[in-house]
């Protein structure tokens, strides 16, 4: 999978074939967020997206990195993207298409209104069935049968690998490394057909867990709005928790925390930078930081530790602060007027 923002849309450039090459390529998402920058190592939780004790509920596409493991089955609207190596718990269940790269493993069923695309060597614990075409490379394993509506279609990599490294070496040997040169860069340019991800997805990136007892992400995490999370979370980075949302645990960050308006945290907060506590948060555990910054309406039902100091936020003080600032700047003005136009 590849993933590139072209006028502000994420795209992602799946392998359909996994003949020629075996790894997922991805460049950065430009997406800002309150208090980070999402790049390709950020987990994304989308707004409203529920995790129960085995599974995940969510809206748009997810996109499941290499070797990451995820111990909840996945349950979504949009189409399912898995990487290599990686090891998916749960089933998996998706209207549209799911794709699932080599060495991949899947603990449960897989359920598909749309196409499959198995490649070489994952296995499939439970069961498959999809309405769509199904494409399987080699040595795939179903271990409880499979229902397709569509074709189906084995593939058998080695031919042509063997066929391009003979040609590329006959090449080699007539001296024309130019030739040599062009054919990679084609085969570069042309592994798949570009495909456009929904608006709302849900991120994985590499060689994250994710349980109900303890995950660790090796970047940043961004949490939407209206969400429930299970467990305790170990980030190598900052996190962003939007309002409105739940976690069941706690947060360990290396970088910022910023805890959005009326979210509830059954757990602690650690954190080795700033953490922000804005307007009615509930926490029900301690608050250890460099810095911390506190509305006064949040609740804290634990200690506060900051080597820094503890700074209280006034929102009411703030706004009408930017109110006078506006005033001041005439854009309290030009903003009336333009109501007016329109």
């Keep these: 999978m590849r993933f590139t923002d072209i006028y502000g849309i994420a795209y992602i450039n799946f392998f359909l074939s996994w ?19 999402f790049d390709r190592k950020t987990l994304v939780i989308p707004d409203r997206t529920l995790f129960e004790e085995k599974l995940i509920l969510t809206k748009g596409d997810v996109v499941i990195g290499d070797r990451s493991f ?5 349950n979504t609207d949009g189409r399912i993207f898995v990487g290599e190596h990686a090891i998916i718990d749960g089933n998996l269940d998706s209207p549209h298409d799911v794709r699932v ?30 309405k769509g075409d199904l494409d399987v490379g080699d040595s795939v394993e179903i271990e ?10 084995i593939r058998n990599p080695i031919p042509i690998v063997i066929y391009i490294f003979v040609y590329l070496l006959q090449l080699l040997k007539m001296g024309r490394s130019e030739e040599i040169e062009r054919i990679l860069e084609e085969l570069e340019q042309n592994d798949g057909d570009t495909i456009p991800i929904s608006e709302s997805f849900l ?3 590499n060689n994250s867990l994710i349980s109900t007892s303890n995950s660790k992400v090796e970047g940043s995490v961004q949490i939407g709005k209206q969400c429930k999370l299970l467990g305790n979370y170990d980030i190598k980075g900052n996190v962003s928790v939007d309002e409105k949302s739940e976690i069941f645990g706690a947060l360990k960050a290396t970088g910022n925390v910023f ?26 555990g301690n608050v250890t930081a460099e810095e911390i910054l506190l509305s006064k ?20 003080k703030e706004q009408a602060i930017e109110k006078v600032k506006r005033y001041d700047n005439d854009v309290d003005v030009v903003d009336e007027v333009k109501k007016m136009l329109e």
């Excluded at 995820?70 to 996945?74: D, E, P, T, Y």
């Design 19 to 37: 003949n020629i090459k075996r790894r997922l390529l991805y460049n950065a998402i430009a997406n800002t967020i309150r208090i980070m920058t």
């Design 70 to 74: 995820l111990r909840f089955g996945i």
């Design 101 to 130: 790269d080599i060495f991949s493993t899947i603990g449960g069923d897989i359920k598909s209104g749309g196409n499959v695309y198995l490649g070489e060597k994952t296995k499939i614990k439970g069961a498959l069935s999809l």
């Design 144 to 153: 409880k049968g499979f229902e397709a509506k569509g074709w189906i279609n």
């Design 203 to 205: 991120f994985l990136p």
């Design 259 to 284: 805890i959005g308006k009326k979210v509830k945290i059954y757990g602690d907060i650690t954190s080795t930078g700033m953490v922000n506590i804005t307007e009615q948060v509930d926490i029900k």
């Design 297 to 316: 309406t949040a609740v804290i039902q634990g200690t506060l530790l900051a080597k820094k100091g503890i700074s209280f936020i006034d929102i009411s």
